[in-house]
């Protein structure tokens, strides 16, 4: 029993990294009708923007001291300057880095989010989906190549804060055994921000004028321009949304896997799983199938389901598509008529 | 080993020349023998191009980057540039080496360089086009067994040598072993045969391991050492669970590990995998756990400092095993990161140190051997003593092409003085200890087979 609540716990976190970049990639499919194979980038762009957070924070001044080193040369003893200028406060800035790097990521992605869609993306609209793909995994390539030339190809640390870094007890919150069922706090938090971000989007497509017409121009954008909205600004703008959602994914996930410029690609091909299970350009079954697979593929895990069929973990996700698009073509909550002839 | 054979083969003959220049002067052999005997990518004019084929781009760029540089650095002391570096230590028995800084056999080293893209089939594209192409008499580098074994096959087809990078597989020289290939980097059983006493006496006898292993050649035999050889000091064999390359989250087959009753993980993962399996481990509050009444620990049999960085704070007093490490204070070793330090300014990693030893061991059997034939390479290479290269005195065996020399027992460095001190030695292994019969279970199943000169 106790593995199971951890299988479900892991496959919440995991779905819920799934369902931030299958939002992203619904929403995109859903306004501007792209199939975007650059979204996994998005959200190896926002992970690297906590590097980038942890960097500037940690950069190194000269304490005035030198020492040898085996070669024989001499190098400079430094110091965070952050610690230089601010003393413990500083060291707490560190600290929380990733938390802090939302700062960075929010206005960073909107605007390569916006850089995107204006420089490239809007170019394809009218070809084919054939060519929308082929551009932005070529996109993707150039982006991941881009930050392995300036980061390298090794995977980066990027610790989460102190306080949020220990074990949850999960048994002693539902009056279980103490110290029974643990978990990392940080991937219980990591499924609270998804689950956050997923609410905020639905209630600003839902409840704000912004939203409404959004969602009205993803159903005929045609009637919506003849009303005289500018519908093809705020497509723009929701494709910024989506970059951002992705790369704020990628900034959070960073204490749970080092990231490495190849993190993006690694995400990308599930999450259009995701997306092609629960619907293409369905919200609610982007969602929906992010968890549902990221549940699955966790029990798939268990030695007890391997015992019975080996190697079940690695092709349950695949498996699961397949069916679907057997059974019914536009994916669990997808609209009649997508995907479907 | 007999000098003379009935059946006359290849290298019936070059043994024989080899008798022959037991009485003869040396340059007098290797003229007689080059001229003799044809071979691909002779070099015709002032210089000898090696092909340096490492993985420039992928998951491990920045190994092969440390690779290039050893390589870069190594040709610089043959052609007499810098400070001379482990050719000023190096010594074969019998005397000193051939090694002048004059090139090799006179001839000016130059290079050229591949991407193995650790991809298997474009590290043999890479090698064929510096063999076809450049005319590379020699192909060394990598850091995949994958690779590794894919090369090694190829520089055999094709009749030239091949000096394994990095390359952990038993495989590689054992059921994989070709006559052109020569591994100087130690393997998964030696890492098993230096780890077990020193985790046996870090952790006791009683204790129970689960392994997760890397789902590929490499993870494979390292799973089986590392069973073999703490099943032998008494420790049981939970479970085995292969976990897909390049898994990225480990979460769930990490869960199970707190379910299964074992109070030790052994990680067969390398690269981003270990990074990954290990942070996450730590994450999971593995090593805070108490199973069986004992503490649980977690054992990573391979390090790599370069990827250990990645892993941040979480390798701290986690036991591994390495072939090298730049803090050694042998003269080899300083010899080496002074050279290395100074040229780019942080010490070398253990794939640059094997790439390094690798280049001036066969530019010393050319000298040896007085031609770049292959099979004058191999003749040369099998059976030699060395020393003074960092890792006490080393044995390239003639069964299967592998190096026996000592093996280091590191750990996570718990009170680390600089960025580069991620990795403490605890113990240095005797080459005795970790050496094994050439007809050992884990190495059967290959040939070695003849060498090819290729013409």
Redesign the interface.
Known sequence: MDAIILQILNGLEKGGAYALIALGLTLIFGTLGVVNFAHGALFMLGAFCAVVMRALLTMEVATGEVESTAWGTEIAVTTPYVTNLFGDFGNTMIDWAVPLSILLTVPVMLFVGWAMERGLIRHFYKRPHAEQILVTFGLAIVLAELVKAVFGANPIPVPEPAALGGMMDFGALFGSEPDKITYPMWRFVYFLFSATIIIIVFMFLKFTTFGMVVRAGMEDRETVGLLGIDIGKKFTFMFAVSAAIAGLAGAMYTPIISPNYNIGMEFLVLSFVVVVVGGMGSLGGAVAAGFMLGLLQSFAAMNEVKEILPGIDQIIIYLVAIIVLLVRPRGLMGRKGVMET | MSLIKTNIDRRGVLKGTAAAGLAAPMFMNGKAWADAHAYLNAPTGKSVTLGFNVPQ??????EGADELRAYKLAVKHLNGEGDGGMMNTMTVKGGKTGLTGNGVLGKKVEYVTGDTQTKSDAARSSAKKMIEADKAVMITGGSSSGVAIAVQSLCQEAGVIFMAGLTHSNDTTGKDKRANGFRHFFNAYMSGAALAPVLEKAYGKDRKAYHLTADYTWGWTQEASIAASTEAVGWETM?K?KT?V?A??F???I??V???GADVLVLNHYG?DM??SL??AV???LR?KQVNGKDFTIVVPLYSR??A??????VKGIFGSTNWH??LTDEGS?AF??????EY?F?PSQAAHTCYVQTLLYANAAETAGTFNPCGIVEALEGLEFDGMGNGPTLYRADDHQCFKDVLVVKGNENPT?KFDILEVVEVTPAEQVTYAPDHPMFTGGELGECNAGA
């Open positions: 781009t992928g998951p491990y760029a920045d479970k669970v897909p390049g990225g989250d979460s769930q087959y869960t199970p707190l379910e299964s981003n990074v990954n942070t996450q994450k999971f509050g805070d370069l990827m960085a990645g892993a941040g704070e979480n730049w803090s300083k990161v002074k050279s290395f330090g100074q300014g010490p600089s």
